[in-house]
């Protein structure tokens, strides 16, 4: 069979398998824009589903290490299968993750610019959107630094990621620290769609122009991040819930337990945002090997509930 549509190219039509590795929980950025691209090429693009079928080529992409996301047997049946995602590029060396740059694959160019192909996640509604990469802290427990580099940078536009839906997840890593971040800020601002900054907004670099951009958006719930315990943070968060127009439901806070802070650490960051009107959210690194205490403590805390009817920590038992 001619290739429909291939532009110069005269080969055959192309069958083209993608696996998302850590399930269908969220849209795979580079599986959509791989979809995109073959399907524009006129290849049959599908999610694999058996070694009895024959694919030209299976994209297997996985985020999250195995820690969180097991990895899965190659498929049989296929010319070729291309493996990529931050997931295999992490290995797990004595309860620690390494991010290997080496074993890390970009996409290639031309499907690097592709727009997402949202039909193959139909069970969800939300653009997804990567406007910037990059960070310049480097936190020790995060793989962004040694795969983005310590310069967040612009590196796409909004327009390249959304097409009218009515919310945007944003996968920036820290977009706060972007130079470009007021454009960015402004595009965002534009769509009017609901904003989600998944990855957290780093409250240490907020200022007000950045809390008058905020204002101007729709906003669902905003992320931040207190992970490293020797940072006193409490002054920033008191100047953010001054300057935010919403005053009750202010954000949810990412605290990361179980990596080099004592417990009293843990219960300052949360009795603390607490009392700010934040919404704090217990992470837990490297969880299997987690003492029983941090586990509680991730239930308690997160469990609105029983956060809600009992204040402390000592006093609850699970
Ligand atoms: S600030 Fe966030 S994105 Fe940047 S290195 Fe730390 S955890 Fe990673």
């Known amino acids: 069979m001619d290739r429909k549509g291939g532009g110069n190219r005269t080969s055959q039509v192309m069958r083209i398998g993608l696996i998302d590795v850590d399930g269908h929980n969220f849209p795979n950025l580079a599986l959509m824009r791989i979809s995109a691209y073959y399907k524009a090429r006129g290849d049959t693009v599908e999610w694999w589903w058996s070694d009895f079928i024959h694919y030209d080529i299976v994209y297997m992409s996985k985020i ?62 939300f653009a997804v959107s990567m406007t910037s990469r990059g960070c310049p802290r480097g936190c020790s427990f995060c793989h962004v630094a040694a795969k983005e580099g310590r310069c967040a940078v612009k590196v796409a536009d909004v327009s ?9 997840k944003v996968l920036d890593p820290n977009i706060t620290a972007c130079r470009e971040k007021r454009d960015l800020m402004q595009q965002y601002i534009d769509t009017h769609a609901k904003i989600d900054f998944t990855q957290g907004l780093d409250i240490r670099l907020l200022n007000q122009a950045d809390i008058e951009d905020i204002n101007k958006m729709r906003i669902g719930t905003l992320h931040f991040a207190w992970d490293n315990p020797n940072d006193d943070l409490r002054s920033k968060f008191e100047d953010f819930a001054k300057g935010f ?36 959210y217990v992470m837990v690194y490297n969880k299997p090997s987690a003492p029983k205490e941090i586990r509680h403590l991730q239930r308690w805390c997160n469990n609105k509930i029983i956060f809600k009817s009992e204040p402390n920590f000592y006093k609850y038992h699970p």
């Open 64 to 125: 999250f290490s195995d820690v969180y996301s097991l990895d899965v047997p190659e498929p049989l049946n296929a010319d070729k299968v291309i493996k990529g995602g931050t997931g295999y590029a992490i290995r797990t060396v004595d309860g620690k993750e390494i991010f290997d740059k080496s074993k890390d694959i970009d996409l290639p160019a031309e499907i690097e610019k592709s727009f997402p192909d949202y039909s193959i996640y139909p069970e969800f509604q």
């Open 160 to 168: 390249d990621f959304w097409c009218g839906q009515d919310e945007i």
């Open 245 to 280: 127009r919403r005053k009750s439901d202010i954000g949810m806070v990412y605290c990361l337990t179980n990596f080099s802070s004592t417990l009293e650490q843990d219960l300052y960051r949360i009795y603390t945002l607490r009392d700010l009107g934040y919404d704090p």
